[in-house]
């Protein structure tokens, strides 16, 4: 689908553009896709797949978080909850920053501009 604000390509499944962030509007013949399960860009401690899995079910991310420490202190899952969070860390693609959210810097320093 191609942004109607800035022509860059976006992905169909997009409600917003993540170059300019316009609205994408969608023709009554086509279908929206349904939504991906993908680790959280703002809303992460780790890797962000706790993050990614409260978004994706629409739940509060520390309820997610809370469950799987459980999940790692119950004696019998210790071993398959850690290489689930693993796989889920490889798996899962990264979601793109939303607009408004900047980008942390490069290590560039900012130099001071005298007027």
């Known amino acids: ?23 994408q509007q969608v ?12 680790r959280s860009s703002v809303d992460r401690k780790i890797a962000g797949v706790c993050g990614g899995i409260a978004e994706y079910f629409e739940v509060d991310s520390t ?8 999940l790692v202190f119950i004696p019998m899952p210790v071993v398959p909850a850690i290489v689930a969070y693993l ?8 979601a793109p920053m939303p607009v408004g959210v900047a980008a942390p810097s490069a290590g ?6 005298s007027a």
């Open 87 to 94: 796989v889920g860390w490889l798996i899962m693609p990264l």
């Open 108 to 113: 560039i320093p900012h130099s001071p501009q």
């Open 1 to 23: 689908m191609i942004c109607t604000n800035c022509t860059r390509d976006v992905p169909e499944y997009s409600n917003f553009c993540s170059f300019c962030g316009a609205r």
């Open 27 to 38: 023709s009554s013949g086509q279908a929206r896709a349904c939504k991906r399960l993908m």
């Open 63 to 70: 309820l997610v978080r809370l469950i799987c420490v459980l």
